[in-house]
């Protein structure tokens, strides 16, 4: 039973260029959460999604970044015109269910660096 | 607003040794979960263990085992018969408002010395 799936785990872009990552959740998962881990510090939440839809993205930036999960396929974590203040590891994590005493499973990250 | 802090920036315990980690948190929910991750090296997030608030019962797995204080807001990791592979961040995390947005705090650095 593979866990949460994340690719690239390294991306390295240059300003101005476009980000996509990726997320496949734990088999029988149908939620996905995105976080955010800037250097030294602990994960921020980001956006939570659901199959075709976004439930929440409160902790997204409003510009440049957008997330998707579509019926078929992984979820993708977009940044557009990427800026080195957007270096940082970005981990997905599932889960069964929604509710809050669901474990959430994370994957291994994908490090994000900006030159 | 919901908090989580970790005192500790860094600790280090000898091998075998044992050793416990600190966590406060900030909540007015009356029933809540509080989870400790691990990011070893290898940077992946590790599950190490789950407390439901309403549970008087510390919960315990292996070698790990928490110390929850619900008056205090206490939720603390002890680490027994410590091994060169828990060197690790350590990360207390609690869901936001009884929301699935966990919130999670600096970490601890942990290292265990040969």
């Known amino acids: 039973n593979a866990g949460v799936m994340q690719n690239p785990r390294h991306l390295v872009r240059r300003r101005g260029q476009e980000a996509r990552l990726r997320c496949s959740p734990m088999?029988?998962?149908?939620?996905v959460y995105w976080y955010r881990q800037l250097p030294e510090e602990g994960l921020k939440f980001m956006v939570y999604l659901q199959k075709e839809n976004i439930i929440d993205e409160s902790g997204m930036p409003k510009e440049r970044f957008s997330a998707e999960f579509p019926k078929e396929g992984p979820s993708i974590l977009r940044i557009q015109q990427v800026v080195r203040g957007d270096s940082a590891a970005y981990f997905c994590?599932?889960?069964?269910?929604?509710?809050?005493?669901?474990?959430?499973?994370f994957g291994p990250g994908t490090r994000l660096t900006v030159l | 607003a919901q908090t989580v802090t970790q005192s500790q920036p860094e600790m280090s315990v000898q091998e075998a040794e044992t050793v416990t980690l600190s966590c406060t948190y900030d909540?007015?929910?009356?029933?809540?979960?509080l989870f400790w991750y691990k990011q070893p090296p290898s940077r992946q997030m590790i599950l190490v263990i789950r407390q439901e608030a309403y549970k008087q019962q510390n919960a315990t797995e292996n070698r790990f085992s928490v110390n929850f204080q619900k008056a205090a807001k206490s939720f603390s990791l002890k680490i027994s018969d410590s091994q060169l592979g828990d060197t690790a961040m350590y990360f207390c995390a609690i869901p936001s408002s009884g929301t699935y947005k966990y919130i999670f705090g600096t970490g601890t650095r942990l290292k265990v010395l040969a």
């Open positions: 088999k029988g998962h149908s939620h």
């Open positions: 909540t007015s929910e009356s029933n809540y979960y």
């Open positions: 994590a599932s889960s069964s269910q929604r509710s809050q005493g669901t474990t959430q499973y």
